[in-house]
């Protein structure tokens, strides 16, 4: 008897002791490091201050509006290509299904920086595009792409639009067709039935893609370093360069967790505007 | 129910004016899709007509055709060539959502993000009617299928035979000209199909709407329905009552499909009194009161032709002695018992290569239990014989 009442939680020892190790351990690490204070030179002291957030929070604070801006924007931008094309290979696919998720994919195997930076070339203010429309007068000589805010969010939708077009995917495909075929025959035309049943029945994936979009186009520095030049800095950007470049531990600690908090307060709101039970809910019927 | 016997909840209102005629026509319905290889025919030249307030069956195999013919009515295919009348109204090439049908899917095709309440008030909405009639009809209606107190929840909370009721009060809430059902009672366990098809009956009695159901179950097309159209690869083989359909199949086909049909081969010796006398197995006679329609014209001149007789299972009686006069008397020797429970069917060898399966009863008098290699007696009268050219 003892044994049988063990066996649960030898079970799941296994993923407590994963948790434990690779996340619980980690997060506390940093969030001590956020309340130290001191250099690297004469060693942090746990000082348990919280006066590191309070200068993140007044130096950065324009970088992290930025952050959520841009990645708020890259998200929308994500919504708008991804969900007609996830609905596309989804409806229309037909038996080639399969063949257009790995055509959607297969740029993803390429090195994520090694895109990045083939688009700078791209996008380079005398490059293949725009060189060829200045040449022939569509573009005035000062139009540039590269170095500015949209060149930042279009290479984040860019570079995460996969994360938004496959949980959408799964949903559709998921989803019974005769619940269109049902909704035409309730009368609804077709615009009636995508508001009223594809799009409700595929708010969940919506939310998914969101959640794996908005949180890293938010976090990203590599966009923002390649294509915004300098005056598009994210604070994934002022992160990297606080921990690599001045090594003030604390300060990149504690810019992490007020990120991370700011996302966190965001999804909640998010997923309570769209009513946790229809976005939690998984539609098997 | 007292409050609705003067309109039940299906009631079309009184202005809609309903013109004379069918509710449902189909006349030179033709469908073929382009597969792979080549083109299938999936319905084959259909001419049907559903009589308004009829309980109408569409049954056949898999494949023969009946799910297309009704997703045309829906209109979800549009025929390769034909005319598809609602009301008199030609609708052929008219979208789903604009014609006066409502079907009942057999996956239920319930909006899992609504309540019960907002999946039946769909078509209402989309409708633009006015929220107190829809209120109204929508409690009105989940009360005839007697899910009232389950308004609010999501489908996905309700049980399968649930389920089903409310994807028949979704149809049923907008008054349509035809309910078709396809195969609504498939996913649900022996049980609660019987009690739903008694269910479906009084639902379709109480709101008085035309009822188009298509089954592959003979059982259940020849429980509920009052017409049948049994179809086979994309044609209608026969169209009759229950009886008609079971007593008298016009093919081969259908003696076949409905029931279990004993087909017998024989010879047609002569004619006395109004019945033919059929030769069967090693000389025995079967008698037969009517000859299929292309020997009948013939007259006398039938003597001799071959027919194969069909006789079902449980209209003939076993006995060890034999039978007297006036009845079709074939002796054999017992192959095979099946004991099933209410009944005892038996296997019995008649010689000339022919096999008869008979059902008895297993009630309290009827003493003989006949064994294997048993030598026994069939007869029937021949009113319960029917025939078709060989």
Known sequence: MRNRKLTPYVLVLPAWTWLALFFVVPIGGMLSLSLTTGNVITGFQQTFAVGNYADAVGTYWEQILRSLLYGGCATLVCIAVGYPVAYWIAFRGGAYKSTYLLLLLLPFFVSFVLRTISWRFFLSDNGVVLGTFKDLGLLPDGFAVLNTAPAVVLGLAYNFLPFMVLPIY??????????????????????????????????????????MTFIPTSADYVNASVLGGTHNTMIGNVIQTQYL?????????????????????????????????RVMEVHTS | ?????????????????????????????FKSFRSGSGTVHAVDGVDLGVERGEFFSLLGPSGCGKTTTMRMIAGFEEPTAGVVRLNGRDVTGVPANRRDVNMVFQSYALFPHMSVADNVAFG??????????????????????????????????????QQQ??????????????????????????????????????????VGITFVYVTHDQGEALTMSDRIAVMNNGRVEQLGTPAQVYERPATRFVADFIGTGNLVRGTVRGESGGVWRVEVGDGATALLAELPAALASQGSGAVGSEVDLIVRPEKIRLGTEAPGDGVSAVPGTVAETVYTGAATHYQVDIGGGGTVTVHLQNSSDSALAADRGDRVWLSWPARHSAALPA
């Open chain 2, 165 to 206: 009721r409310v994807a028949l009060a979704r149809a049923l809430v907008n008054r349509p000209a035809a309910l078709l059902l396809d195969e609504p009672l498939g996913a649900l366990d022996l049980k609660l199909r019987q009690t739903m098809q008694v269910e479906l009956k009084r639902i379709q009695r109480e």
């Open chain 1, 245 to 277: 470049v001045n090594n003030n531990y604390p300060i990149a600690a504690s810019i992490t967790f007020v990120l991370m908090g700011l996302l966190l307060v965001g999804i909640f709101s998010y997923a309570r505007a769209l009513g946790t039970e």
């Open chain 2, 124 to 161: 209402l909405r989309r409708r633009r009617v006015a929220k107190d009639e829809i209120r109204r009809r929508v409690g009105e209606m989940l009360e005839l299928v007697e899910l009232g107190h389950r308004a609010g929840h999501r489908p996905s909370r309700l049980s399968g035979g």
């Open chain 2, 1 to 29: 129910m007292a409050s609705t016997s003067t309109t039940a909840p299906g009631t079309p209102a009184a202005d809609t004016a309903v013109p004379p005629g069918p509710a449902i026509s189909l006349e030179g319905v």
């Open chain 1, 170 to 211: 799964a949903v559709l495909e998921r989803m019974d067709p005769h619940l269109v075929e049902a909704s035409h025959d309730l009368y609804a035309n077709r615009v009636r039935a995508f508001v009223h049943v594809v799009l409700p029945v595929s708010l969940p994936g919506v939310f998914a893609g969101v959640l």
